[in-house]
Protein backbone atom coordinates (compact mmCIF):
# COMPACT_ATOMS: atom_id res chain seq x y z
CA UNK A 1 0.00 0.00 0.00
CA UNK A 2 2.89 2.20 0.99
CA UNK A 3 3.95 2.48 -2.87
CA UNK A 4 0.49 3.39 -4.35
CA UNK A 5 -0.38 6.59 -5.10
CA UNK A 6 -2.73 8.74 -3.21
CA UNK A 7 -6.38 9.34 -5.01
CA UNK A 8 -6.89 12.20 -7.01
CA UNK A 9 -10.68 12.41 -6.64
CA UNK A 10 -13.13 14.99 -5.31
CA UNK A 11 -13.79 13.38 -2.12
CA UNK A 12 -10.08 12.93 -1.59
CA UNK A 13 -9.68 16.70 -2.39
CA UNK A 14 -12.25 17.86 -0.04
CA UNK A 15 -11.08 15.38 2.71
CA UNK A 16 -7.53 16.76 2.37
CA UNK A 17 -8.20 20.20 2.56
CA UNK A 18 -10.38 21.00 5.25
CA UNK A 19 -12.29 18.99 8.02
CA UNK A 20 -15.09 21.41 7.25
CA UNK A 21 -15.92 20.32 3.92
CA UNK A 22 -17.47 17.10 4.53
CA UNK A 23 -18.97 15.31 7.88
CA UNK A 24 -15.93 13.25 9.51
CA UNK A 25 -17.58 12.40 12.46
CA UNK A 26 -17.91 8.89 12.04
CA UNK A 27 -14.00 8.51 10.69
CA UNK A 28 -12.28 8.00 14.14
CA UNK A 29 -13.64 4.33 14.25
CA UNK A 30 -11.11 4.18 11.39
CA UNK A 31 -7.95 5.47 13.19
CA UNK A 32 -7.56 2.62 14.98
CA UNK A 33 -5.73 -0.61 13.02
CA UNK A 34 -7.69 -3.51 12.36
CA UNK A 35 -9.57 -5.01 13.23
CA UNK A 36 -12.78 -3.21 12.82
CA UNK A 37 -15.98 -3.95 14.77
CA UNK A 38 -18.54 -3.27 11.82
CA UNK A 39 -20.90 -5.59 10.67
CA UNK A 40 -19.61 -7.50 7.41
CA UNK A 41 -20.92 -5.25 4.48
CA UNK A 42 -22.92 -6.43 1.99
CA UNK A 43 -21.82 -7.70 -1.55
CA UNK A 44 -23.58 -4.69 -4.03
CA UNK A 45 -21.84 -2.41 -6.11
CA UNK A 46 -23.54 0.02 -3.94
CA UNK A 47 -21.58 -1.21 -0.88
CA UNK A 48 -18.25 -0.89 -3.53
CA UNK A 49 -18.77 2.23 -3.80
CA UNK A 50 -18.87 3.33 -0.39
CA UNK A 51 -16.05 1.72 0.61
CA UNK A 52 -14.22 3.27 -2.12
CA UNK A 53 -15.74 6.88 -1.03
CA UNK A 54 -14.65 5.81 2.89
CA UNK A 55 -11.46 4.76 1.37
CA UNK A 56 -10.79 8.39 -0.19
CA UNK A 57 -11.81 10.38 2.75
CA UNK A 58 -9.98 8.07 5.47
CA UNK A 59 -6.57 8.74 3.29
CA UNK A 60 -7.39 12.63 2.57
CA UNK A 61 -8.16 13.16 6.55
CA UNK A 62 -5.12 11.35 7.17
CA UNK A 63 -2.72 13.00 4.95
CA UNK A 64 -4.45 16.36 5.90
CA UNK A 65 -3.79 15.77 9.65
CA UNK A 66 0.23 14.91 8.93
CA UNK A 67 0.29 18.22 7.64
CA UNK A 68 -1.41 19.85 10.74
Known amino acids: LAIKDLPDTYLFRQALQSANNLDESDLAQWDADPPYHAPRPLDTPAE ?6 LIQVVHGRRSRMEKE
Open 48 to 53: ARWTQN
